[in-house]
């Protein structure tokens, strides 16, 4: 967790520090490395979780890793692209949760998936609150699996 923290820290110290220098030729690329950061550690904290939650072995932790790490870099690069127009976020990564669902039913056992899929809203929470964690300035609108 502390891991986590000092990570979501040294993300926001430096997206601070790269608007308060005004450097104009080097934010496109900054923000891009942000954005690849702050999906990393999206993914990261919601794997950990589908980890303890789910009972998951070592193949299926690794599988779970690199799907969130999908996952968390659409929806990531959905928010940054359609920042404003929550109905669109909320479509958009409705069909990228819809995605992930179809990956992690081929990587969990029938009883790891029914219980994910039924704790399914409980996740996308966790990883609602952990953005608004690291991002406070970010709304925690809409709810991507209301309509399911």
């Not at 790269?18 to 993914?43: D, M």
């Not at 980890?51 to 999908?70: A, D, P």
């Amino acid at each position: 967790m502390k891991r986590k923290w000092i990570l979501a820290c040294m993300m926001l110290g430096s997206a601070c520090a790269t608007k308060a220098s005004g450097n104009k030729f080097s934010s496109s690329a900054t923000e891009n490395k942000n954005t690849v950061a702050l999906a990393s550690a999206r993914a990261d904290h919601l794997s950990e979780e589908m980890i303890r939650g789910l009972h998951l072995n070592n193949y299926q932790s690794q599988k779970v890793r690199e799907i969130n790490l999908k996952v968390a870099e659409q929806i990531t690069s959905i928010e940054a692209q359609y920042a404003g127009n929550q109905k669109k976020i909320d479509d958009l990564t409705k069909k990228a949760l819809a995605e992930r669902d179809q990956y992690l039913e081929s990587v969990l056992s029938t009883v790891q998936y029914n219980d994910y899929y039924n704790q399914r809203e409980e996740y996308v929470a966790i990883d609602k609150e952990f953005m608004a964690e690291i991002k406070p300035e970010a709304p925690v609108t809409g709810d991507a699996l209301s309509s399911k």
